[in-house]
Structures are given as C-alpha cells and as structure tokens.
C-alpha cells in the first residue's frame, strides 16, 4: 500500500503534501452502491432472487440460501439486513424457485418450490403456512403477486389461483398446455391480471380478470404472441413488468445463428411493450454485451423509461450490465458503468423505488471464474436524477444567487443547478456526471464523474470504467477515434498513459468530438451548451480566493459547494470523501501534464498532474461584458413550435447575428436560417440545441424536440 502511495503523490507533483495514512486506501468506487452496510447479504451462495418494495419503501429480497439449504427472506432496516422471522430458512426443504410478494397490509409471502408448491405467509412477527399448490413435476417459476385488497394471486404450471377464506380458488381456465418456463404474474390498477411465459419456444402474455371463474378464457394479449425465444430448458428466461399506466413489458432472449461460428449460437436481448393497441420493439433488436445473455430483468420508472438488467453466461467474466435507451439514437446502451458487479452473477431482479427514485438490482454473485470473491446475494441501488423544472435562467448578480441549466448527458436529459460565485461568475454548483449538490464530505451522489485531461463524455470518465494498460495509437485526442470507454493509465512514470507525451500549447477547448485533434481536446462542458467551457487555472484560482477556500471544509460551505470526489489512476479510486482534484483547461509546462486544483483537509492549491489522471471537472459559463443583468433579462427569445415537425420560428425583440444547431453529442449541423426561421426538416427525430448569439453580443440556448 505504501509503495502505491508514495508513487501517486510522486506522479500528481504536489508541492505541497503531507500523508495522512487515513485516507491512503484506494477505493474502487462504483456508481452502484451497495444497500445496506453488508455488501453480501447470504451466509453462502444463493440463488433465485426475488426482490420487491413495499408501498411504505420497505426493501424485501429472497433466495435459495445454500447454507441452510432452504429458501431465506432478509428485510432492510434501516441500514441493516435481518432475516425476517429472526433466522435463516422460511422453506421446509429446498427452495429451487421462489417468489416473493408483499401485501398492502404489510403481510409478506413466500412462494416457493421445494418437493411441493408451499406458500408462507409472515405476520404478527412470525411465519406459517398455507394451503400447498397442487403441482406435478417441474414447476417452472412460480410467481406471485397481491391485490390492493390484500388478496394472493400466484401462476404456477400455466394456472393462476387465488387464496380466498383459507383455500384456493382458480382463476379462469388453464392459460396453456404443456410445460411452462419463466412464468410471471402481474396486477392492473384496471382490475386485470396478466400472466407472462415461454411456452413452447414462444413467448407470450395473456389477460383476464381479477374476479374471473375458473371456466373463463384466457385472452391473447395484442392477439399474438411476441415472438420466439431461447428455449434452453430452465434457462429460457424473461421477465415482465407494467407501468403505472398499465403498460405492459417485457424482455426476453433471442436464438440467433452465430457468423462467426455455424457451430455455436448467439442469445441476444429483446424488449417489447404493449401500449393498448399492439406490441412495439424498444430500442435496437438483440442486443447486449456477449453472446449469451441470460437471467433478463426489467424495470420502468414511474415516467415510463424501461431499464433491464441481464448477465451473459461466459463473457465479460460473467458480470451484469444494466441498460438503457438512448433517446436519441432509439438503442440501448449501458447504464452507471459498463458492469455492476465485481463478478460473475445469475438470477438479476431489477426494481424501481419510486419513494427514492432509484434503481435497486439484487444478484448472486459466485466465483465461477475463480476470482476469490464471497459468492452469495447482493442489493446495489442507482439513483436516479430528480428532474426539476428549469426555465434556464442565469443567476443573479448577488453572490450566491442560484438558476439553473437542462442538458443533455450520456443520452439522458439533466438538470443542473448553477450559481453566481463570489468571484462574479456563473458556475455549475455540481461537478459534472452527478446528480446532486453535495451536502457532505461523504456524498457519493455528489462525486460524479473522473475524466482524463483532454477526452470528454465517451463513457471513460465513469467511476468503474475498465482499466487498460496500452495508450491509444496515436496517443492524443484524436487516437480516440470520436471516443471510448476506455480509461488509458498503465502506470507510474510510463509513456502508455493518456497523452503522455503532449505539450504546453495543447488545449483542452474543442466544441465536440470530432474537432478533436492532436494538440487539442474536446470540452466536456459544451454538452451544456458552447457558451459553456472548462475553466483555465487563473479561473479557477481567482474563485478559491474570492471564495475565501483554505480546505475541504470551506470548500464545501461556499458558494460553489465543492467536494472531494477523489482521484482515478491506475490502481481505482484514490481518497474519495477526503481529497480533491479539480482539472483546469489551462495545460502545464511539464511534458504530458494539465494543471488542477487540489484541496485536502489542511491545504489548497494548484499543481501540476500527469493527463492519464481521473479527476472532477466544473464547468463556467462565458457570460457578455459590457451588459448589466437587468439588460440582458429585458431581451425575450422564445422559439415555436416546440416540438416542432420541421419549421421552427424564432420571436425575439433583439437582432439575431448568427444561429447554429447542435445534435445532443454536441456535433454542429448543417442548417437553413432565414426570416427569422430554421428548417429542421432534414434533421431526424431527437433533442437538439439551437444556440442564437444577439447583437449585442448575448448567447442565447433552447432545447428543441424535432418530432
């Protein structure tokens, strides 16, 4: 540990710097955080997870618990997890699959397949059971879920049941014949129930009524099935979710022929949604990292974006990804990092908590590639940005006046808050990839995102990005061929780190990606808007003294609210929570080096660091001299219609000198402007940027949707 120590503080070139062994450990840190302060839930291996919150926000998560051989339910409370009913093993035998359902009246229920269908019910601080399912033979996925009158549903081998007065009571007809895999159970608000399976190599979802007989058919929901999928067995996974419009999903995987060998096949990721009319494909067809997706989950927000989680069976070491769509693009794309675990992982069950706006992901993770890792449950948690309205006003002209930005950020729209710094500026009062202000030292939310000097937003500024010892060919911006997720650091003192051999006329000020060149980086700050851009060193010192920030305490009461989000280098996360390193544009005299902040608990100063390291970025907004605030409020732009099909009008009571159009990757597009209007038509369907600078001088941004 010393000797990686003592070769950071030698690589970054503090002048002035005293050790402190407290914060000398390297922290891996992620942008998944582990729930609860136990990072492995089980005390073996597990499997079989079923995860779910309550309508209080209560998280549940049960699983096959190797060590007792049994199925286990564990409640989170507060920051700790317990066995719910005080012990491990709820199940009399083995649990292979179970399901996991919570009623409105708090009472929990446990569905799970052991030599028989047993269903326990935990109440009154205990557990007991109920009546046990009739099944023969494989029992697929049992799945269970409860009504808003505290009723259980559950589907199990094809046929949905109710427990009413202390029996079972079938509800409609048999769904299907033959062996059903993956089978899942949801309730509508609508006082439907909808049931999900692979049947037969096809994947389908029917609909009845919640109070329907036993004899009352089953319907096809969009009159047809989705299509087929992989149906290997126990392992043709899917799973299903609807949203708080009744709007039904699922994801689920694919066969394909594999191009590169006739003798192995591939399995891809499918979503599929039903709107009430039909069903539509979301996003790009087969999909994912590998060629064996496998364990699929999917989660919707309570706006209706779909997330899913899937591992692959061999590749990638047999990690999970979580993945997005963008909207730009209309593909899916890896969501806070490109993996989640440190590991191989099975049996992913993806939720959204709408009480903390947060994705929740519980996993087994085991040691299938004999890494040394401790195999059994996991709950890690993402928060999600809270989007609140932003008309996009600048700051007053009193220190510490706030306003506020919306942009767009890794494919999703974000909304930041800015603020008037005592140094007369207006800068972001968050570092760029966070979601929140910071209210602690300690805030992870508020750490954000650790980018090399000279790259931009391509995925290598994530906090778990992968490592790579082999800098780009050539090694500068424009090795980068547009961007990638690669975070290039091979070590102390070596000619493979990131521009390692640049020199003191390099830039870190390109508008985007492609004006990125040899001697010069692309700002990472325009993807706010180009009158947005890093700060030079003389920027940022001139802040620090107007700010009066003498160390990390003072730094986070002013008025630009900084944090020590830590460092990346070639060993991970370097003291988050206890230093920090802020990149300037300015480069340094010092071969390969950009010059920054850094702020520990006793000191603050700027310094010299070499261009392969991780570190924060805030970005300051250009701002017209020569005009008083109240001038530059008297001017209106406003731009219709918004969205527009094409022709977008522009209404404002200043002339306008010049109009540019941006994509949301910050590229300038070709486009006609005249009377005082911008035809769009050619462009397709997305969010872009229309920048208008006035003539006296004033820029002026508005995001516009093209339909």
Known sequence: MFKNLYTLVTKVSLSAFVLSIAGSNFINAQQWQNVGNTSILSASGSGFNDFVIDNAGNYYVSYYDLSVDKGSVQKLNGASWSYLGGSAGVTDDYANHNSLSVAPDGSV????????MDVNKFSSAAWSSLASIPTSGFAGYPSSAVSADNILYTYVQGTVRRFVNGAWQQIGA??????????????????????????????????????????????????????????????????????????????????????????????????????????????????????????????????????VAASSWYENEGKNTVYEINSTTNTWSPFGGNYVSDGATHYNDLEFDANTNSLVLAYSLDDYFSQGITEGTVVKKFTLQVQPSCNNTDPGNNSGDLGCVTFNYRGQSVTYTTVRGTDGKIWLQQNLGSTKIAESLTDSDAYGDLFQWGRWDDGHQLRNSTLSATAPSSNNPAGLNGGNATFYSAGYNSSSNFWSGGTDSDTWTAENASAATATKGADPCKAIGL???????????????????????????????????????????????????????????????????????????????????????????????????????????????????????????????????????GQRLNIKYSNHQINMQDLPSGVYIVEMTLKNGQKISKKVIKN
């Open 174 to 307: 048999n769904v299907v014949s033959g062996v059903v895999y993956h089978g899942k159970i949801k309730l509508g608000t609508n006082g439907k129930v909808y049931v999900c399976q692979i049947s037969n190599g096809v994947v389908s979802v029917y609909e009845n009524t919640l109070t329907a007989s036993s004899t009352a058919t089953w319907t096809l929901v969009g009159g047809a099935s989705l299509g087929s999928a992989f149906t290997e067995s126990v392992y043709a996974t899917l799973d299903f979710t609807i949203g708080t419009d009744n709007s039904l999903y699922v994801v689920y995987g694919k066969t394909l022929n594999n191009p590169n060998n006739p003798n192995s096949l591939l399995r891809k990721i499918n979503v599929k949604k039903f709107d009430g009319t039909s069903w539509t494909q979301l996003g790009d067809e087969n999909f994912g990292v590998g060629e064996s997706n496998l364990d699929f989950s999917i989660a919707v927000t309570s706006q209706g974006k779909p997330f």
């Open 109 to 116: 229920y446990h569905l799970s397949k052991g030599d028989n």
């Open 531 to 665: 009158d947005w851009r890093l700060p030079t060193v003389g920027e940022i010192d001139a802040a620090m003294a107007a700010e009066n920030i003498s160390e990390y305490n003072s730094a986070l009461s002013s008025h630009l609210k900084l944090i020590p989000a830590g460092m990346k280098d070639y060993n991970g996360i370097y003291s988050p929570g206890t230093r920090l390193y802020l990149w300037s544009s300015s480069a340094s005299p010092y071969t390969g080096s950009g010059q920054h902040l850094y702020i520990s608990g006793f000191s603050t100063l700027s310094n010299s660091a070499s261009r392969d390291a991780g570190m924060s970025v805030r970005c300051i907004k250009e701002v017209a001299t020569g005009l008083g605030t109240t001038e530059i409020k008297k001017i209106s732009v406003g731009v219709y219609p918004n969205p527009t099909n094409g022709i977008l009008n522009i209404k404002t009571d200043s002339e306008i000198n010049t109009v540019s159009v941006t994509n949301v990757v």
